[in-house]
């Protein structure tokens, strides 16, 4: 691919169109070129759209390296927080891959955790919400469309978001919304 | 410090719904109404593509904070907390009941939403709109660093209640959207509109005293906590027999919790899982020779919760720190 044409597609990564395969790809050979280029991008973008220019963390780049270096050689990580680190970079660029909660523990993968394209962002939804940065919503929703409601959760995850709920509630900040995102979960499950 | 918010509150009451007030001291007086009012709404909650309508109804009765949350479509689920029991309802009609003993006191919540909110966050009115029928002002709450969700509210011009709320990451994408649809301040309410319902089985998740449970509990010490977080909480409880150590963390309105519990003959395995801005990620470890789960449940982006388990330090309670 000429250089040229690579920018191109990391340019359309940014803005959300490029297709579910170029930017499978495009993760797939970045280098430190293209993780310096995209965090310049963001912030020239950011700035020109008048948007509050949060600084990103002064290792973002290279943790993003390390990132996708670390997605083709996953296996020979034997660090526990490898995979975690994994999740947070790829997160932390907006791409397609969004985790689903409904997945946990039911994956099949050793100790790999399951990886799902979802949709778990709000995006087009609402008009009203200024949408900053890159729509992958689109091209990472699965192919039967959106996540089946109702999906099995362990009591244990149950136990574990109820008590981190009232520890959240009880700092006040939000009043209920805690509370409301534990029910919503309980009610949207599978009956026991 | 009540007194005064009071005051405050009756001169904005009768100055009208014009006067433009200090974005930080709007976000004060929010956390103030949503514990002293009486009221009951409806709104929507959405992520993804999930959505709920939801119930609530608040009022403070004979000194005792009472609150229902009822999930109104799809599958019955309800909470329901009187002062510091908390019961849920699930949707087979079992009931979780739990004590969370140790009230935060009100006085300390508003004088840390006055003083900490604004380091970690810049707080903007971002104009006036309208939810529910109602006037109501918006306000920008963007995060400081990378560590922590921004939020967009919007407050009710009379009352200070929180009308709408969405938590964006840091490329100002909403995670979550929760928006009344109805509200009705201080409505009639009795303590019989927070009764629990009749229910089949009941379950509760007792906080345990360490020498109580044959397995030791884990001690968690984090190293490293994003600037301006504090712990907000810590208790052991059993949940299905075992002993579930829970240390809380918030920057007054971000919070995470990290739970760590030993799992014996269980197997278990290292995952992640999301929901709206909620990020959930296990890792079992190996302390003393025996195995245990370490988990961290929180509206925090994913590198805030890989750092945290970066700089994390286990070590049994009650025997050498190994």
Same mark, same amino acid.
């Given at each position: 691919?000429?250089?040229?044409?690579?920018?191109?597609?990391?340019? !359309?990564?940014?803005?959300?169109? !490029?297709?579910?395969?170029?930017?499978?790809?495009?993760?797939?050979?970045?280098?430190?070129?293209?993780?310096?280029?995209?965090?310049?991008?963001?912030?020239?973008?950011?700035?020109?759209?008048?948007?509050?220019? #949060?600084?990103?963390?002064?290792?973002?780049?290279?943790?993003?390296?390390?990132?996708?270096?670390?997605?083709?050689?996953?296996?020979?990580?034997?660090?526990?927080?490898?995979?975690?680190?994994?999740?947070?970079?790829?997160?932390?660029?907006?791409?397609?891959?969004?985790?689903?909660?409904?997945?946990?523990?039911?994956?099949?993968?050793?100790? #790999?955790?399951?990886?799902?394209?979802?949709?778990?962002?709000?995006?087009?939804?609402? #008009?009203? #919400?200024?949408?900053?940065?890159?729509?992958?919503?689109?091209?990472?929703?699965?192919?039967?469309?959106?996540?089946?409601?109702?999906?099995?959760?362990?009591?244990?995850?149950?136990?574990?978001?109820?008590?981190?709920?009232?520890?959240?509630?009880?700092?006040?900040?939000?009043?209920?919304?805690?509370?409301?995102?534990?029910?919503?979960?309980?009610?949207?499950?599978?009956?026991? | 410090?009540?007194?005064?918010?009071?005051?405050?509150?009756?001169?904005?009451? *009768?100055?009208?719904?014009?006067?433009?007030?200090?974005?930080?001291?709007?976000?004060?007086?929010?956390?103030?109404?949503?514990?002293?009012?009486?009221?009951?709404?409806?709104? +929507?909650?959405?992520?993804?593509?999930?959505?709920?309508?939801?119930?609530?109804?608040?009022?403070?009765?004979?000194?005792?904070?009472?609150?229902?949350?009822?999930?109104?479509?799809?599958?019955?689920? $309800? *909470?329901?907390?009187?002062?510091?029991?908390?019961?849920?309802?699930?949707?087979? /009609?079992?009931?979780?009941?739990?004590?969370?003993?140790?009230?935060?006191?009100?006085?300390?919540? =508003?004088?840390?939403?006055?003083?900490?909110? %604004?380091? =970690?966050?810049? +707080? /903007?009115?971002?104009?006036?709109?309208?939810?529910?029928?109602?006037?109501?002002?918006?306000?920008?709450?963007?995060?400081?660093?990378?560590?922590?969700?921004?939020?967009?509210?919007?407050?009710?011009?009379?009352?200070?209640?929180?009308? /709408?709320?969405?938590?964006?990451?840091?490329?100002?994408?909403?995670?979550?959207?929760? $928006?009344?649809?109805?509200?009705?301040?201080?409505?009639?309410?009795?303590?019989?509109?927070?009764?629990?319902?009749?229910?089949? &089985?009941? =379950?509760? *998740?007792?906080?345990?005293?360490?020498? +109580?449970?044959? $397995?030791? %509990?884990?001690?968690?010490?984090?190293?490293?906590?994003?600037?301006?977080?504090?712990?907000?909480?810590?208790?052991?409880?059993?949940?299905?027999?075992?002993?579930?150590?829970?240390?809380?963390?918030?920057?007054?309105?971000?919070?995470?919790?990290?739970?760590?519990?030993?799992?014996? $003959?269980?197997?278990?395995?290292?995952?992640?899982?999301?929901?709206?801005?909620?990020?959930? +990620?296990?890792?079992?470890?190996?302390?003393?020779?025996?195995?245990?789960?370490?988990?961290?449940?929180?509206?925090?982006?994913?590198?805030? &919760?890989?750092?945290?388990?970066?700089?994390? =330090?286990?070590?049994?309670?009650?025997?050498?720190?190994?």
């Amino acid at each position: 691919m000429s250089q040229d044409m690579h920018r191109e597609n990391l340019s !359309a990564l940014m803005d959300g169109e !490029a297709s579910e395969l170029d930017s499978r790809r495009l993760l797939r050979d970045a280098d430190g070129d293209d993780a310096g280029r995209w965090s310049r991008w963001h912030l020239a973008r950011d700035v020109m759209q008048g948007h509050d220019v #949060t600084p990103a963390p002064a290792d973002f780049a290279s943790r993003l390296c390390a990132g996708l270096d670390g997605e083709q050689r996953e296996r020979q990580q034997a660090s526990w927080l490898a995979n975690l680190s994994r999740v947070g970079i790829a997160a932390s660029v907006a791409m397609a891959m969004v985790l689903g909660w409904q997945y946990m523990g039911q994956g099949d993968s050793g100790a #790999t955790p399951q990886v799902v394209q979802g949709d778990a962002r709000m995006s087009r939804l609402f #008009t009203g #919400t200024e949408l900053v940065g890159a729509d992958f919503s689109t091209a990472a929703r699965p192919a039967s469309g959106v996540a089946a409601p109702a999906q099995a959760v362990e009591p244990r995850i149950e136990h574990l978001m109820v008590r981190h709920s009232d520890f959240a509630a009880r700092q006040g900040g939000q009043g209920p919304v805690p509370f409301v995102r534990y029910i919503s979960m309980d009610a949207n499950k599978d009956a026991k | 410090m009540r007194a005064g918010l009071a005051s405050l509150f009756l001169l904005t009451a *009768l100055s009208g719904p014009a006067v433009a007030d200090e974005p930080v001291s709007l976000l004060a007086r929010m956390g103030e109404a949503m514990e002293n009012t009486s009221y009951r709404g409806r709104f +929507v909650y959405q992520h993804g593509a999930e959505s709920s309508t939801l119930e609530i109804a608040h009022a403070t009765i004979d000194g005792i904070e009472y609150e229902r949350l009822t999930h109104l479509d799809g599958q019955l689920a $309800e *909470l329901i907390r009187h002062g510091d029991q908390v019961i849920c309802v699930h949707p087979d /009609k079992t009931i979780t009941r739990f004590a969370r003993p140790g009230e935060a006191n009100p006085l300390a919540l =508003q004088a840390r939403l006055a003083r900490q909110i %604004p380091e =970690q966050y810049r +707080v /903007k009115r971002a104009g006036d709109d309208r939810v529910a029928g109602r006037s109501a002002w918006q306000l920008d709450v963007v995060p400081a660093d990378n560590w922590r969700f921004g939020y967009r509210l919007w407050l009710d011009q009379s009352s200070s209640l929180l009308l /709408k709320s969405e938590t964006l990451d840091h490329n100002g994408m909403a995670l979550e959207r929760l $928006e009344y649809v109805s509200l009705e301040i201080s409505p009639v309410l009795a303590v019989s509109d927070f009764a629990a319902p009749a229910n089949a &089985a009941e =379950q509760s *998740l007792p906080m345990v005293e360490q020498a +109580v449970v044959s $397995e030791r %509990p884990v001690r968690l010490e984090p190293r490293w906590l994003p600037a301006g977080f504090r712990e907000a909480g810590a208790d052991t409880r059993l949940e299905q027999g075992y002993p579930v150590t829970a240390r809380s963390y918030s920057d007054g309105l971000a919070s995470f919790t990290l739970f760590a519990e030993p799992l014996a $003959e269980r197997t278990m395995r290292d995952s992640v899982g999301r929901r709206g801005p909620t990020l959930l +990620v296990t890792r079992v470890v190996e302390l003393g020779g025996d195995r245990f789960a370490v988990s961290l449940v929180g509206e925090v982006p994913p590198a805030t &919760a890989e750092q945290v388990f970066a700089g994390l =330090q286990l070590s049994l309670a009650g025997g050498s720190d190994d």
